[in-house]
C-alpha cells in the first residue's frame, strides 16, 4: 500500500500525473469489464430462467387440458347406461341381461377407441369381480379390485389418479404394448342412485401423444421437460442420461421453486411445479455452463479493448501531462527565487487558461510582496512611534491611580476612614474598569467592580439602598464581557430605588448555572419597577425589532449588543417585572463560549437550584 501511495503521490508532477491516470483509466477498464461480464452473466441467467419457466408452465398447461379431456372420458364411460348397468348387473341371476350389457359396453368402448387413436386400452373392472376390456385380458385369476391401480382410483374417491408404471399388473394387451409405451389414468365410479362404489374405469393413454405435445419444446441447447407422478416416478421424459440422475425427494419439500444444483460435470439449474389438478410435477432444467459459454468471447474481447484503451491513455497522458508540467516547473524555480528574497524574476506569461491565471497571480503576488515591503518598513517606523506615545498616555492612568492612593493615605493619616473606604473604592472601580485595555475579565473581577460602585453610591446616598450578592464560588473564574453589570445596577439605583416611594431599597445581584451549561447572571431590585407591558416594549427593543431614533436606554443597548455579538443570538438581555414589585434584568450568556477558558479544565458543577436568585 505505501509504495502504491508513493507511486501516486510522488514529487515529480508529470510522473504523478502519468500514474493517476493510467491508474483511473485501468480501474475503468477493469470496472467496466468485470462489470459488464457480470451483467451480461445475469441477463442470460434471467432470460433462460424465464424461458425454461415458461416452457415448464406451458408443458404443464398442455398435459393439464389432455388429462381433463381424459377425465371426461372417464366420467362419460362411469356414468352411461350401459356401463351403470353392467357393473351391478347379477351375474347368477340375469345371465341374459349381464349378456346383452357386456355387448353394449363392449362395443360403447371399442367406440371410443375408435375415436381417440390414442387410447390403447380401455378396462371396466366391477367390484363383483368381473371385468370388460377391448384390448386386454386378465392373465391370472386373481380379480382386478385387488390391483394396487384399482386400489389407488378407490382411494382417490372419485378424482382421476395417474399410474405411471404398469409392471406387475394383472392385465395383458393383445397388442402387447410394451409397459413403458403408455402411462395409465384410473376413476372410481359410484352408482348413481346407491352413490356406492360399484367399480373402476382404466384408460392406458399412448405416451407418444404427450411427446407429440410437448416433444418439439426445447429449452436451449441442454434443455430439457420431463413429467413426474406424485410418487416421483418418471411419467414422461425425452431421451437423456441427466433425468435419471435426479433425485426426486428434491420436489417434494414444496409444491414449486427451483433450485441450482451440480450433476455430473455439469452446474444446472432446475425449475418445478406440481400441479394442483393432475398432482403431477413439471420439470424443466437447463445447463448454466452451456448457457453462458459465449460470455467468455465478450470477455476476451473486452479485456482486449481494455490493454488497447491502456495504451492510447498513456500516450495522450504523456502528452497532456507535458504541457501542464513544463510551464508550472518553470513557476517553481521563480518561487524558489522569489522565496530566497530574489523578486525580480517574473513569468514570461504566453500561456492561456489556468496556467496563464497562474502566471498573472505570481506576476501580481510579487509586485505586491515588493510593496508590502515597503509599506512595513514606513509601518514598523511609525509604530515604534505610537509605542512613545502609548507610554506617554500611560502616564494619565498611573498618575490618577497614584493620586487616589495619594488621597486615601491621606484620609487614613486623619481617621476619615468613610473618605478612605470611598476613595478605595472608586479607585478600584476605575483599574477595574480600565483593565489594561481587556474585554473579557473574570466574573469575580466584574463582581468586584460592580461592588466599588455600590460602596461609592453608599457614601452619597447612605441608608438610601442596600445591596447583596449571592452567587455560586464555582462560577468566579468564568471569562464575562467587561461591564455588563454596572450599567444594570445603575438603572436598578436610579430608575427604580431613588424613584420608589419606599424609604429603603435592596439591589441584589446574583450569579448562578442554569441548564444547558448557561451561566445566568440577573439583577433584581424592589423600586419603582416596570409594568409588563413595559418589560416586553424594552425586549423589543433589546432584540432590534423595534428601535426608535430617539431612546435614552443606551447603557443596556450596549450591554445586550455586546453580549450578541460575541456570542450569538441565543444570548443577551433579558428584563420582566419582579414578583412583588421592582425589575428584574437578567443576563444569559455561555459557560463554555469561546470566551469561557477558564473553565474548560473544571469539572461538570451540578446545577445548583435556587430560588432567591430570580
Not at 294 to 320: E, I, K, M, Y
Not at 403 to 414: C, E, F, G, H, R
Amino acid at each position: 500500500m505505501e509504495k502504491i501511495q508513493e507511486l501516486l503521490f510522488t514529487k515529480n508532477l508529470r510522473r504523478s500525473l502519468l500514474a493517476f491516470v493510467f491508474t483511473a483509466v485501468i480501474s475503468v477498464a477493469l470496472v467496466l469489464t468485470m462489470a459488464g461480464s457480470r451483467i451480461y452473466i445475469e441477463s442470460i441467467e434471467e432470460h433462460a430462467y424465464a424461458n425454461t419457466a415458461e416452457m415448464q408452465n406451458q408443458v404443464q398447461k398442455t398435459v393439464d387440458l389432455k388429462l381433463e379431456d381424459i377425465e371426461k372420458t372417464l366420467k362419460l364411460l362411469g356414468e352411461s347406461r350401459e356401463v351403470q348397468g353392467y357393473l351391478v348387473v347379477d351375474e347368477d341371476r340375469e345371465q341374459g341381461k349381464r349378456v346383452e350389457l357386456e355387448t353394449a359396453v363392449r362395443n360403447l368402448l371399442l367406440a371410443y377407441s375408435a375415436v381417440h387413436r390414442d387410447y390403447l386400452n380401455i378396462v371396466i373392472a366391477s367390484s363383483k369381480g368381473h371385468y370388460l376390456s377391448n384390448d386386454s385380458y386378465r392373465i391370472q385369476k386373481q380379480e382386478l379390485s385387488e390391483e394396487e391401480w384399482y386400489q389407488d382410483a378407490v382411494r382417490a374417491k372419485g378424482k382421476p389418479v395417474v399410474i405411471s408404471s404398469s409392471i406387475g399388473r394383472n392385465l395383458q394387451d393383445w397388442r402387447n404394448y410394451s409397459s413403458d409405451s403408455y402411462v395409465s389414468v384410473a376413476q372410481a365410479i359410484y352408482g348413481k342412485e346407491s352413490r356406492e362404489l360399484i367399480g373402476v374405469v382404466l384408460i392406458d393413454l399412448d405416451k407418444h401423444s404427450i411427446q407429440e405435445l410437448v416433444g418439439d419444446i426445447t429449452l436451449g441447447q441442454t434443455g430439457f421437460v420431463f413429467i413426474m407422478d406424485s410418487k416421483g416416478n418418471i411419467l414422461y421424459t425425452p431421451e437423456n442420461k441427466i433425468v435419471y440422475r435426479i433425485n426426486p425427494a428434491w420436489f417434494q419439500e414444496a409444491g414449486r421453486g427451483s433450485f441450482k444444483c451440480r450433476i455430473q460435470e455439469g452446474k444446472y439449474r432446475i425449475i418445478y411445479n406440481q400441479s394442483e389438478y393432475t398432482k403431477l410435477t413439471t420439470v424443466g432444467l437447463y445447463d448454466m455452463g452451456k448457457t453462458i459459454e459465449g460470455v467468455s468471447r465478450v470477455q476476451r474481447v473486452s479485456v482486449l479493448l481494455a490493454v488497447l484503451c491502456c495504451g492510447v491513455a498513456l500516450v495522450w497522458s504523456t502528452f497532456f501531462s507535458k504541457t501542464i508540467t513544463t510551464p508550472i516547473s518553470k513557476l517553481s524555480r521563480l518561487m524558489k527565487r522569489a522565496q530566497t528574497g530574489d523578486l525580480t524574476g517574473r513569468f514570461d506569461n504566453h500561456y492561456q487558461g489556468e496556467i496563464g491565471q497562474l502566471g498573472n497571480a505570481f506576476n501580481a503576488m510579487v509586485d505586491k510582496i515588493d510593496e508590502l515591503l515597503r509599506l512595513v518598513y514606513e509601518e514598523q517606523k511609525q509604530k515604534r512611534e505610537a509605542e512613545m506615545k502609548i507610554l506617554r498616555e500611560q502616564m494619565k492612568p498611573h498618575f490618577l491611580y497614584n493620586t487616589l492612593d495619594s488621597i486615601q493615605w491621606m484620609a487614613k493619616k486623619y481617621q476619615a476612614r468613610d473618605i478612605a473606604e470611598t476613595v478605595r473604592a472608586l479607585s478600584n472601580f476605575f483599574r477595574i474598569s480600565l483593565s489594561s485595555g481587556k474585554e473579557y475579565i473574570t466574573l469575580r473581577e466584574e463582581m468586584t467592580l460592580v461592588r466599588s460602585y455600590l460602596e461609592v453610591q453608599k457614601f452619597r446616598y447612605e441608608d438610601l439602598f442596600e445591596y447583596e450578592p449571592v452567587y455560586e464560588e464555582e462560577l468566579l473564574d468564568c471569562m464575562v464581557p467587561r461591564l455588563i453589570l454596572q450599567p444594570l445596577v445603575e438603572n436598578a439605583l436610579y430608575h427604580g430605588i431613588k424613584e420608589s416611594e419606599r424609604e429603603r431599597g435592596n439591589i441584589r445581584i446574583c450569579a448562578l448555572r442554569e441548564e444547558g451549561d448557561i451561566l445566568l447572571i440577573s439583577v433584581t431590585d424592589d423600586g419603582a419597577g416596570m409594568s409588563r407591558e413595559e418589560c416586553a416594549k424594552m425586549n423589543k427593543i433589546l432584540r432590534m425589532e423595534e428601535r426608535p431614533e430617539e431612546i435614552r436606554a443606551f447603557g443596556v443597548l450596549n450591554v445586550h449588543d455586546r453580549i450578541r455579538f460575541s456570542y450569538g443570538e441565543d444570548y443577551g438581555l433579558f428584563y420582566q417585572p419582579g414578583p412583588e414589585g421592582g425589575t428584574i434584568a437578567e443576563i444569559r450568556l455561555p459557560l463554555k463560549g469561546r470566551h469561557s477558558a477558564a473553565l474548560e479544565d473544571l469539572e461538570v458543577l451540578e446545577y445548583v437550584e435556587n430560588s432567591d436568585c430570580r
